[in-house]
């Protein structure tokens, strides 16, 4: 379709096209004031009561399910996940260039709801909050003792990254290079395919704020039937379990910092009374709504961490942190082909151990972090939602990284071992134990911990109230509640029956299905773009 005939296409006609028959899933009030959404609020609160009883009552049984279940997931399918992250990439890459980048969010009329502060708060809190906290000094001293450049020089080492045996400063490099990885273009590209669909769809199209909404161009009004009750259910569980992760992870730092400044001591007890309590204050926040409770959360969380990071470059080795800043991007990109390769792979370890789980995890976040993004991301143009979207969490990750693991690798290298005996947990604590003010800076970390943990449960409860109602996002308060509470009985049945490795097991589970749902939305959202009206070149 040429740029003028996409001009002529007027949003009326589309959303006609977009919304008969959509009336087959508006749901019904139900007990309590719930908005039932049949079948995919019964299903998926039934599935998950189940699942929560399961992991609870039998914790034996459930430890052993998901000790099984994610390396034969990780093991099998490490190509697909890797592959699929590839495809996200580069298809966010070919729309920026393409003129599909001039299609405005909402409609060639539509103004952004939030300013570039609010907006860059909001979607980066809700995409890696937690995550950052817990492997920004764990995950780089990881890599340079074992799993990628501690392995370099072994004889089934693999040869595109076996240049950094017996180099500490290469080691380092390709370290930090494997971090940033995980955290750089990849996951961001997955929210970007995902939180764009949904708002192309919702906002342009006038379709339901729900998954199901994205796959109208391949279903057409099979998306009103089971075929759109099936994706939905998927993206509650893919939500709900990339969620649960989460929490859990925040609850080991977070017992762990405590326990490290206060003696409270490190048990499963502790990590249920946090998630608990956490949840109750999600609760105060969902209940409040985005602009009074996640909003103000969001930007709480952005303060606190600016303010942590700006303290380390300023007491740590500051120069070295902003020359390792431009080296580790250019490692980066010399490693970025070799690391995202996705077949021939002899780096098992790295590649299933860790890639895998991420690709998973971020994947299992999608519906949640997109949806979220997507609901405060009308007004942008697709260019610039893009390329916000990729580079500026992007850049901010590298910066945090290099700052935290950066900090820790140069301790390691001048005998501070105590960073590297520390449990994944502690990493961060035993870092910042090593520098000036360490208890403030400590409590600062767990405070940062247990905010991002509320901001993460309060966005991800406010989504999966979306999707059970069938795009709505007014849905009544008290299922608002029953999500938020369900999440934290989702994360505290996990701990009891598995601990960490029953939350990633659970990530990876989910994140399969749906990543095969994302990589066929790829080409909804290309024929979405395709039928909407851009921007008219300015004349000379």
């Not at 730092?253 to 204050?281: D, E, R, W």
């Not at 949806?371 to 007004?379: D, E, P, Q």
Request: glycine share 10%; with cysteine.
């Amino acid at each position: 379709m040429t740029e003028q005939e996409g001009a002529e296409a007027t949003p009326s006609k589309v959303e006609t096209e977009y919304t008969i028959g959509q009336d087959n899933i508006q749901p019904k009030i139900g007990p309590f004031g719930l908005d039932i959404h049949n079948p995919v609020f019964l299903i998926s609160g039934l599935t998950v009561v189940i699942f929560v009883f399961f992991s609870l009552a039998l914790p034996d049984a459930a430890g052993a399910a998901f000790g099984w279940l994610r390396p034969a997931i990780t093991t099998n399918f490490d190509w697909f996940f890797l592959l699929g992250g590839n495809i996200f990439v580069l298809v966010c890459v070919g729309i920026v260039l393409s003129p599909l980048g001039k299609v405005r969010i909402g409609g060639l009329d539509a103004k952004p709801d939030y300013s570039y502060p609010e907006w860059f708060a909001m979607l980066f809190a809700a995409g890696m909050g937690i995550g950052l906290m817990f492997f920004g000094v764990s995950e780089p001293i990881s890599h340079f003792s074992s799993s990628v450049a501690g392995n370099a020089g072994a004889p089934d080492s693999w040869a595109p990254l076996a240049g950094a045996a017996g180099n500490a400063a290469d080691a380092e490099r390709l370290a930090m290079a494997a971090t940033i990885f995980h955290w750089g273009l990849h996951p961001w590209a997955i929210y970007a395919v995902v939180a764009l669909s949904l708002a192309l769809f919702s906002y342009n199209k006038g379709l339901p704020l729900s998954m199901r909404s994205i796959f109208y161009p391949i279903f057409k009004e099979k998306v009103w039937g089971w075929t759109g009750h099936v994706i939905d259910t998927l993206a509650v569980f893919a939500t709900l379990f990339g969620l649960a992760t989460s929490l859990g992870l925040g609850a080991e730092q977070a017992n762990a910092g405590l326990n490290f400044l206060f003696g409270i001591p490190v048990g499963n007890a502790s990590k249920v009374v946090l998630i608990s309590a956490i949840t109750v204050v999600a609760l105060i926040s969902v209940m409040a709504g985005i602009d009074k409770g996640v909003k103000r959360l969001s930007q709480l969380n952005i303060g606190l961490a600016a303010l942590l990071l700006l303290f380390i470059i300023i007491v740590g080795p500051t120069v070295a942190i902003f020359t390792g800043f431009f080296r580790n991007l250019a490692s980066y990109a010399q490693y970025l082909p070799a690391l995202s390769n996705p077949f021939g792979r002899a780096d098992a370890n790295f590649s299933q151990g860790w890639t895998s789980f991420y690709w998973a995890w971020w994947i299992s976040w999608s519906p949640f972090v997109g949806m979220f993004i997507a609901r405060v991301s009308r007004g942008r143009t697709v260019r610039e939602f893009i390329v916000c979207v990729l580079l500026i969490p992007s850049v901010v990750s590298v910066l945090w990284m290099t700052t935290f693991g950066g900090t820790a690798l140069g301790m390691l290298n001048e005998g501070y071992q105590a960073v590297a005996d520390a449990s994944l947990e502690l990493k961060l604590f035993s870092m910042l134990a090593n520098l000036p003010l360490a208890a403030i800076t400590s409590f600062v970390g767990i405070v940062l911990v247990i905010v991002f943990f509320v901001t993460s449960s309060d966005s991800g409860s406010l989504v999966i109230d979306t999707i059970t109602a069938g795009g709505k996002i007014d849905a009544p308060v008290s299922q608002r509640v029953f999500w938020v509470t369900f999440e934290g009985a989702v994360a505290i049945a996990l701990l009891l029956g598995g601990g960490l490795g029953a939350l990633q097991a659970a990530a990876v589970s989910t994140g399969l299905p749906f990543a095969v749902v994302l990589v066929i939305g790829c080409y909804a959202l290309i024929k979405g773009l395709m039928d909407e009206p851009r921007a008219p070149k300015k004349s000379a």
